[in-house]
């Protein structure tokens, strides 16, 4: 929840002159994808959003510095929104204002306040968020088909935990997850992320990276039993105790940093092997199917007509 010191605090960067820095992006259209435009408006307010709600100061270095992911971010999401009208994905008004009591912690009304004193634009966050909403629509619609699921390899996994009759680890987790392009990306984006942590920590950077795709939570993974983890990520954690950070795990063509925020045990009984059960199942579809939505939006992009004109620093 947002508490109010941190309301005090955006009071204080709001009077601290933040528009003359933003200023400095001249009005006018930014970037064509397809027959779509982003301008200078959209940029400087998702710019300011990211900057805000990760408790970060607006001045001229840290707008600087958001810029690239801001602008890489507006361009995937009018990428998402052609293809959400194309194949007209609709949603109901209640999946977008349960996700924004969600994320708010159920004070949508302080989310609103927190846009209002800093001049932002709380409608058109409301409308990127239904914008990912129904891509996800669009991505489950598309690709649950093709997702199989070795239902053996679950159930050995079940008969494992069974026979070790041994308390399991459940991990809460953070997590901080970034797209690359080649390994020459992939080292200059690991560089950042770790820049980042050591600068701002890990939290405000997932939530940074986070705000720019029109989230507010800061990457938390809800509780999740070892069993239901891939060998990768169970790899990359087992060793890690209470607020450690993992190594980067390179999955596909994205960069994963997990933080272990806790740690407890589970005893396994009947009831729970059902839970643990459908928990393994759930992580490994939304693992399928984020891979779908992040190699489909890659597709995407190299379809697209972008054009820049504005020269990205």
């Known amino acids: 929840m947002f508490k109010k010191k941190f309301l005090t605090y955006l009071f204080i960067i709001t009077i601290l002159g933040q528009n003359n820095s933003l200023s400095e992006i001249k009005e006018k259209i930014l970037v064509n994808v397809d027959n779509e435009i982003i301008t200078s408006y959209d940029?400087?307010?998702?710019?300011?959003?990211?900057?805000?709600?990760?408790?970060?100061?607006?001045?001229?270095?840290?707008?600087?510095?958001?810029?690239?992911?801001?602008?890489?971010?507006?361009?995937?999401?009018?990428?998402?929104k052609i293809e959400v009208n194309k194949f007209n994905i609709q949603i109901e008004d209640s999946n977008v204002s349960n996700y924004l009591n969600t994320v708010s912690n159920g004070d949508v009304n302080n989310l609103k306040k927190i846009f209002l004193i800093n001049n932002l634009n709380y409608d058109n966050y409301k409308n990127n968020i239904e914008i990912e909403l129904r891509w996800q629509?669009?991505?489950?619609?598309?690709?649950?088909?093709?997702?199989?699921?070795?239902?053996?390899?679950?159930?050995?996994?079940?008969?494992?935990?069974?026979?070790?009759?041994?308390?399991?680890?459940?991990?809460?987790?953070?997590?901080?997850?970034?797209?690359?392009?080649?390994?020459?990306?992939?080292?200059?984006?690991?560089?950042?992320?770790?820049n980042e942590i050591n600068k701002f920590g890990f939290e405000d950077t997932a939530l940074k990276l986070k705000v720019s795709n029109s989230q507010i939570s800061k990457g938390e993974i809800d509780w999740i039993n070892e069993k239901a983890l891939s060998k990768t990520i169970l790899g990359a954690i087992k060793n890690l105790g209470k607020n450690e950070i993992s190594k980067p795990i390179v999955i596909s063509n994205s960069v994963l940093f997990l933080k272990v925020t806790d740690i407890k045990k589970s005893n396994l009984n009947v009831l729970n092997l059902?839970?643990?059960?459908?928990?393994?199942?759930?992580?490994?579809?939304?693992?399928?199917?984020?891979?779908?939505?992040?190699?489909?939006?890659s597709k995407l992009r190299n379809i697209s007509l972008i054009n820049y004109r504005w020269k990205k620093k």
Do not use: G, P
């Open 274 to 297: 059902e839970e643990l059960k459908k928990n393994i199942l759930d992580q490994r579809t939304n693992e399928l199917l984020s891979s779908y939505s992040k190699s489909h939006l």
């Open 137 to 194: 629509k669009l991505i489950v619609s598309k690709f649950r088909s093709k997702i199989t699921i070795d239902d053996q390899e679950i159930q050995n996994l079940i008969d494992q935990a069974s026979n070790e009759k041994r308390s399991l680890n459940d991990y809460k987790l953070s997590k901080i997850e970034i797209i690359f392009n080649d390994k020459n990306d992939l080292k200059k984006k690991i560089a950042t992320i770790k």
């Open 43 to 80: 940029l400087k307010n998702q710019i300011k959003t990211i900057l805000v709600l990760s408790n970060r100061e607006i001045n001229q270095n840290n707008i600087d510095k958001t810029k690239k992911v801001a602008l890489n971010n507006l361009v995937n999401l009018m990428i998402k």
